[in-house]
C-alpha cells in the first residue's frame, strides 16, 4: 500500500469512526471549493452522520444551484463544539479565516486538499497535489465509502472537476477526472446546467467591472506578462463583489504570447490580492510563496501589502525573473 492509498483508508476510518462533522473551506470560495465542501456533506448525509457547513461570507450567487448551500451556517452562529471537522480545498488554516475559530485543541481534523503547497495542518491528511480538484479526491473517497457518484453528490463534485479545470480545458485535465466526470453523466447527472450557472451566465455588473479593468490591461517582459487591477472604487461603482472578480485573471493569461497573467484587487488598507495564471513553463505557485502565498504550478495567488502600484511593481519583478527563466 502506498502513501496515497494509506492517506484513503485513514481518511475513510476517520469518517466511519465519528458521527458529527463540522465542514469548511476557504475564505472567497470558488466552484471546488463550494463542491467540495457541499459534496462531502452529501456524502456523509448519505452514510447517516450529521453535518454543518459553516463558512464567513454570503455564498456567491452563481453557485446558488448547489444542493445544499442554502444550509451553510455563518460561522459567527456556530456555537457548539465538534469533535470532528473536515477542511477541503485548503492549503493552510489561515485560509479558513474565522471558521478556523471553531477548531478546538481537542478537534480531530481531516485535512482534505489537492494544493501543492499545502502544509498538513490536519489531524488526519488527505493530500494529492496531482489531483485536478479537491472534489476529484472527494469522488474517490465517496467510491472508497460505498457512496454512488449520483443525485446531489454528483451535482456538488462534479462543479469542482468542471470549474477547477476551466471546462476540461486547463493543463490539469486527466485522464482519471475525465473518467469520474463520464461516470456522474452516466449515472443521471445534466452537465449543461451546471456549465450554464457556474461558469457561462454573467450579469450586467459583472460586465461593467470586466470593461473597467480591461481598460487598464498593460502587458511586460516583452509580452510575455500581460497583468490587470481591480480597485475598491472599481468595484463600488459597478456594485460587485470579491465574487464578482475570480474568472478576470484569465483575459490576462488568455492574450497571445503571454505566458502569465496576473490580477491585482485592492482588497483592504494596503492589502492587495493578487492571482497569477500561467499557460506552459512558469510555476506560480514559486511565485506566489515568495510573498506568504501558494496553489498549484499553473495557477497561484498570495497577499501583498500595498499600495497597489508598489504591489505591482514588486510582484512583476518577481514574475519577470521565472519569464526570463522560462
Known sequence: MNQLEEAYRRAEEFLRSHHRFLLLTHVHPDGDALGSVL????????L??????????????????????????????VTDVFPAAVSVDCADLRRLGKAAEKLTAETRLL??????????????????????????IVSELAKHL???LAGETAICLYTGLFTDTG??????TSSAVLRLAAEMIDGGLDPYPIALQAVET???????????????????????IAYLAVTRQMMEETGTGVEDTQELVNYARNLAGVEVGVMFREEGDNEIK?????????????????????????????????????????VLDAVAAQVGQG
Do not use: W
Open 202 to 224: 454573467v450579469t450586467e455588473k459583472q460586465l461593467r467591472l470586466l470593461v473597467a479593468a480591461l481598460d487598464g490591461l498593460r502587458t511586460a517582459a516583452k509580452g510575455k
Open 39 to 46: 459534496g462531502m456533506a452529501s456524502v456523509l448525509k448519505h
Open 274 to 314: 493578487v492571482s497569477l495564471r500561467a499557460k506552459y513553463e512558469v510555476n506560480v505557485s514559486q511565485i506566489a510563496a515568495q510573498f506568504g502565498g501558494g496553489g498549484h504550478p499553473r495557477a497561484a495567488g498570495c497577499t501583498v501589502q500595498g499600495p497597489l502600484d508598489k504591489a505591482i511593481r514588486q
Open 146 to 148: 460505498g457512496v454512488p
Open 48 to 77: 447517516g452522520k450529521e453535518v454543518v457547513v459553516a463558512h464567513e461570507e454570503p455564498m456567491p450567487e452563481r453557485f446558488s444551484y448547489l444542493p445544499g448551500i442554502g444550509e451553510v451556517r455563518p460561522v459567527d452562529e
Open 111 to 136: 485535512n482534505v486538499d489537492h494544493h501543492v503547497t499545502n502544509d498538513r495542518f490536519g489531524t488526519e491528511n488527505l493530500v494529492d497535489p496531482y489531483a485536478s480538484a479537491s472534489c476529484q
Open 167 to 172: 471546462g476540461f480545458r486547463y493543463s490539469n
